[in-house]
């Protein structure tokens, strides 16, 4: 892609501004879900729970060299490789809307639990595809939907949380929740107590990984959804068996000794999208049965998630098996039921059970830097890295469902200017707006920001060096002049 010798004006979608309004809605303790479920835990042996995820990267590619949505490109130019797949992928994005209301008709009590990146919604919105979003506003606002909805929030543009600059974890998690709201009402955001991290990628370096679970905490999250090969027990093993279809706390600590801790739903290992499209997580769950936490019996949960519209099986397999699952649970009684993660939490809470309780787990490896310090400070820390990193075996690159690919090999021309861009963006207005927050509603600031969230987008380096990376360096380009 050709460099563009200027920068076209970008309308910027309401992503920062108003920061204290969105905390207001989101700093709260109260039951979502439990107090009007029709689910009786007591009732149960065992339940599953499924999250799709949906995104679209934004690139600079519109017919102008303005930003626009891929799904919006794939339309444009149908002939090249899969995009003719583009009004299928628009009908993944809406179908929900469709099934949700058709469940409930027939006297079925579904559930399911959405993902969608602040690019997406941002490029629905571009495309003036009201037909989605409307289909998509019933599930997220409507009283007959939403005890069977549950939406969870995410990294605005889809950024992998290990090589994310520190300063900016917040910046995208509160993005999301500002888009979010705008869209879908305050009522709505009030709802999304769980985060799904894009490709499931969980941080296992100590500061890092602290850092995101304090922003996440800071910003309303009370759980987060993570890979079952993301974590280790706190002796460095892999989870019990039976373990990963409980809640579990996932435990932070950082090269100072500090520690958090947030409640975690683990995603079993698979070929996600398969398992998903073919209603697995249902299947599994009836070789499932009661565990105790405790001393409370709690049915287990088997919980999974996968892309929404990618692929011949999501496309095909998944409208064919979604339905017929639901009817059979619901001729079947309530040993085996659906749940989205916060029910099934807050129905665990009010059995009685403390989330101080749950089997506490930290990230891979980190057991490895632990065992190698006698005193955690900063500086011990960093070396037990280093020396681990020297000998072979250990990263600090954290884990995905993507573990074939790295998200920081072979991609240094992403992420020094991703690392660049970041560091002239907080330079310039850190102190700005510690001065005033107001200056978060200027227009030079949210320019300014949507290209420094927007080079972070993990497409450009998924899909390897290329057309991608050339958005990339496009992206910061103008994320520069933006600056100036």
Known sequence: MGAIATVPRVTVPPICGGEAAVSAITDHQDAIFAPTS??????????????????????????????????????????????????VFAWCYSRMGDFIPELVEKGCNPRIMLDYSGNLLWGLEQMGRHDI??????????????PHVEWLGTMWSH???????????????????????????????RRVRGFSPPEMHLPNHPDTLYEYVKALKECGYKWLLVQEDSIETLEGHGLPQDQKYLPNQLVAR???????SITILIKTQGSDTKLVAQMQPYHEAKGKGRQEIGGVALPSLVSQIA?????????????????????????????????????????VEAAGVNPADYPKVQAVQQHRIWQRI????????EGAIADLTQAGGFHMDGASWTN?????????????????????????????????????????????????????????????????????RELYRRGEAALR
Request: charged share 20%; hydrophobic share 40%.
């Open 254 to 260: 950082n090269s100072h000794g500090e520690e958090i």
């Open 133 to 146: 979003l409307d289909n998509l506003k019933k599930l997220a606002c409507d009283p007959r939907y939403t």
């Open 38 to 87: 029709n689910l009786a835990l007591g009732q149960m042996q065992a339940g599953f729970a499924c999250a799709l995820h949906m995104h679209q990267p934004s690139i600079p590619a519109g017919h102008d060299g303005g930003v626009i949505c891929n799904l919006q490109h794939m339309f444009e130019h149908a002939s090249d490789g899969d995009n003719h797949n583009a009004s």
């Open 307 to 347: 892309d929404g519209e990618n692929g011949g099986v999501m496309m095909n397999e998944f409208p064919r098996d979604f339905s017929p699952a639901w009817e059979q649970v619901r001729d079947s009684g309530n040993a085996i039921a659906g749940m989205n993660g916060t029910e099934y939490l807050e129905l």
């Open 374 to 381: 006698d005193q955690v400070m900063p500086e011990a820390v």
């Open 404 to 472: 074939d690919l790295s998200w920081v090999s072979g991609y240094e021309n992403v992420l020094e200017p991703m690392n660049q861009l970041s560091a002239k963006f907080h330079a310039k207005y850190d102190a700005l707006v510690a001065a005033d927050p107001s200056v978060t509603e200027q227009a030079d600031y949210q320019e300014a920001l949507l290209y420094n969230l927007l080079l972070q987008t993990s497409c450009f380096r998924y899909w390897g060096q290329g057309a991608w990376t050339d958005y990339a």
């Open 159 to 189: 950024a992998v949380a290990p090589s994310t600059p520190i300063p900016d974890l917040k910046l995208q998690i509160v993005a999301w929740q500002k888009h979010f709201a705008a869209i879908f009402g305050t009522e709505a955001l």
